[in-house]
């Protein structure tokens, strides 16, 4: 899996997909898909296409999460 700065460098920009509950999911070119919570949106405009690197914060967040998924479910088998 590639590293959250890989994604952001390689991929350049961010699209909105959707809403579901209480979050607006972004995709970026290369089909990384993670989640920026409304709560922490306050006073911000997000586009339905923006740059990638704007969005690092929440890529590296939604990766960290998939990344422990992934060992915990390795660990188990």
């Known amino acids: ?3 959250p700065v ?3 460098k390689d991929d350049k920009t ?9 979050e607006l999911w972004y995709e970026t070119v290369g089909g990384f898909a993670f989640p920026v919570p ?7 405009t997000f586009l ?4 990638a ?3 690092l914060r929440y890529i590296r967040i939604h990766h960290a999460m998939l990344t422990a998924a ?3 479910v390795e660990e188990a088998v």
């Open 1 to 3: 899996m590639r590293t």
């Open 6 to 8: 890989q994604i952001v």
């Open 14 to 22: 961010v699209r909105f997909t959707h809403y579901l509950r209480g």
């Open 38 to 44: 409304i709560a922490d949106i306050g006073e911000a």
């Open 48 to 51: 339905a296409e923006d740059k």
């Open 53 to 55: 690197l704007l969005f």
């Open 70 to 72: 992934r060992e915990s």
